[in-house]
């Protein structure tokens, strides 16, 4: 697929570099000054596929400093049969070079919707030129045109190769940029570049290969291989990476609002880099930076695997978004359909710094009604913690992501555990033995072990026994009673920097762990200074002391109490299912002589009783030998309702 990226990316240089862009180099420019009311000209643009066609405008005056950087704009009206065939100006029409006396005066930039589509404004050329003399490192945008009423031609947003359920995700994603994508598809000779001129279509492009998805508008000026387009701002980020391809319009389609141009995102043929006020600008023949994904999933329902390919522009703000959609798609078009499945994901992101460390993990997801997704949720949320992060760039170069999805309900409830023993020092070792009952299954048993923290304060102690996508009963009804929602909560969680960060991301608990961590019954998840369950609890940026210990360590019995370097101490086990259900021990915490007491009276009690002889310095060893146990003595506890 590169070498044919490659292959075409050379050959629109040898055409834009042609003699034609000498042609263009030639056109004369028509300065705002000279502009007089009542002048007559014409605009070029395409209603169907390549073919440049022309519609009549009017002056009708000059809106003084209401331009991109305070600029003029240019008032007009156009006619004609073309106007009239596409019911006034139509989205994608953005960028129409206008001619006044066979000089560039500009491009057809806004429209006016109440105008039924005959009246719009112009950007001066000479505004638009200026994109070409930016620094390509200065981020600053321009401002936004005062119109008055006035609204930017939107570039429709044309998207290739999404599925049904593809486009309605690409929707929701979307609508955090205010963009709205329309669903398209290629045509024949799609791959062939051809050469950009004025009036001809363009496409700025966030997502190749085997998807597509770009902005479609139209070349303003030519002029070697670099092009000027649209007029206005497209997502206004000032220095871009955008993707250029050849554009083909499919059809005008009618709006009650304002219609807009259905075209096919053709051969990429460039980079764009430049999207400021004033309009876009690209370079023909150069291959912008990008971030490269890869999927490999496999059904396994229908034993049947796709793998997928896409580059995607490298910005931080789009890049989540635009990974979850192509990953979803990537999901989606293997399934062939909507509705319940259990996915395993395990994904690795490659940063561009070949110094930094890989972000590597698994996890695993049901939904018994949207699986795809279910699965890229937390895609999602860790590339744009990672790529967003205040601590410092963390670029990324490549993504793999490797799916099995299958629609059977792979789902287990965690029924009750028993422990032992309830008598512990600091340091000892816990022996857990979980029970457990997958969905419509048969009951199974999982050994695990709990090591007592070599700091933890003698008295209570008590032990949570959950799966690992659920939160723990009393921070739940807490969340529920003060209306906490999970922004606020993200709000609250603290880093010490990048690393602490990535490493917290990576070590994040799985959805088929079980896991058995210390619950501190006087944690809070919010301020101690509410004073009513009725007010809703406003949690803003406070001082470490204020923060919720559970969500930035473990809480101590030393001066040190809430060092966000010290970890909530916890032990996990992997499973073949996703573990709902939690429950809590009880265990006592004394000093070894007081334990070493404790549990022979607790071994003399259960002889008496009947139970099987145990030495309880055979239950100081090994994880091993506790797990070759047919049985554990200990104290059965509830597990709990399934919270998830």
């Known amino acids: 697929m590169l070498k044919n990226k490659l292959k075409n990316l050379a050959l629109a240089v040898l055409l834009a570099l042609s003699g034609m862009g000498q042609a263009y180099a030639a056109q004369e420019f028509l300065p705002v000054s000279d502009v007089q009311e009542g002048m007559h000209g014409y605009a070029k643009t395409v209603v169907h596929g390549r073919q440049i066609d022309t519609f009549d405008v009017e002056v009708l005056g000059i809106l003084k400093h209401k331009g991109a950087s305070g600029g003029d704009l240019v008032l007009v009206k156009v006619s004609g049969p073309v106007i009239d065939k596409t019911n006034g100006i139509a989205q994608g029409m953005s960028g129409s070079p206008v001619y006044i006396n066979g000089k560039l005066l500009g491009a057809i930039s806004y429209g006016f919707p109440q105008s039924n589509g005959r009246i719009g ?44 359920s593809g486009m309605e995700f690409l929707a929701k994603k979307m609508k955090e940029f205010n963009m709205v994508p329309y669903s398209s598809v290629s045509v024949q000779n799609d791959d062939a570049p051809y050469p950009l001129e004025a009036g001809g279509s363009v496409a700025a492009t966030l997502v190749t290969g085997d998807l597509r998805l770009g902005a479609v508008g139209t070349v303003t000026y030519v002029d070697g291989n670099h092009m000027i387009a649209f007029g206005h701002p497209f997502l206004d980020k000032g220095s871009s990476g955008y993707f250029m391809h050849n554009a083909y319009i499919l059809t005008i389609v009618p709006s009650q609002n304002i219609p807009f141009k259905l075209g096919s995102v053709g051969a990429e043929i460039g980079v764009v880099n430049q999207d400021r006020g004033a309009g876009i600008s690209g370079v023909s023949g150069i291959t912008p930076d990008s971030v490269r994904l890869h999927a490999n999933v496999l059904d396994l329902d229908l034993n049947r695997s796709t793998d997928f390919n896409v580059r995607m522009i490298q910005n931080e703000s ?62 999602y949320n860790v590339v744009k913690l990672l790529e967003q992060n205040r601590f410092e760039k963390y670029e990324l170069r490549d993504i793999n992501v490797d799916m ?22 600091p340091g000892d070792t816990i022996y857990i033995r979980v029970r457990l009952q997958p969905y419509r299954g048969e009951v199974f048993y999982k050994e695990m072990s709990f090591t007592v923290p070599a700091d933890q304060p003698l008295g209570e102690m008590i032990l949570e026994i959950r799966g690992g996508g659920v939160i723990p009963l009393p921070y739940l009804l807490q969340q529920q009673q003060y209306n906490l929602t999970d922004e606020v909560l993200d709000r609250v969680r603290v880093y010490k920097d990048f690393n602490d960060l990535f490493d917290k991301l990576q070590k994040e608990d799985q959805n088929n762990q079980i896991v058995a961590e210390i619950l501190d019954p006087s944690v809070s998840t919010i301020n101690n200074k509410t004073s009513s369950s009725k007010t809703k609890a406003e949690i803003t940026d406070r001082d470490d002391s204020d923060v919720p210990d559970y969500l930035k360590g473990r809480k101590g019995n030393s001066a040190d109490h809430g060092d966000m370097s010290k970890e909530t101490a916890k032990s996990s086990v992997l499973t073949d299912y996703v573990i709902y259900g939690d429950g809590q021990f009880t265990f006592k915490v004394t000093t070894p002589e007081d334990r070493d007491r404790k549990l022979k009276v607790l071994i003399k009690n259960s002889k008496e009783k009947g139970f099987e002889k145990m030495d309880s310095s055979a239950l100081q060893t090994s994880e091993k030998k506790a797990s070759d146990k047919t049985s554990e003595p200990g104290s059965d506890k509830s597990a709990g309702k399934d919270k998830a």
């Open 318 to 379: 789009m890049l989540p978004a635009l990974t979850a959609t192509s990953a979803y798609n990537a999901i989606s078009r293997t399934m062939d359909r909507k509705g319940q499945g259990t996915v395993t994901v395990n994904y690795t992101l490659f940063p561009k710094d070949l110094n930094k460390k890989a972000f590597t993990r698994s996890n695993m997801f049901w939904s018994s009604n949207e699986a795809a997704g279910k699965s890229v949720d937390e895609i």
């Open 121 to 164: 404004m112009v950007t001066p050329i000479s505004d638009i030129i200026r994109l070409w003399t930016i620094n390509d490192t200065d981020q600053n945008t321009s401002d936004h045109p005062d119109t008055n009423g006035f609204v930017a031609l939107d570039t429709p947003l044309m998207a290739e190769g999404y599925t049904g």
């Open 404 to 425: 099995k999805v299958t629609s059977e309900r792979k789902t287990a409830q965690l029924l009750d555990a028993s422990a032992y023993p309830m008598v512990v020092s």
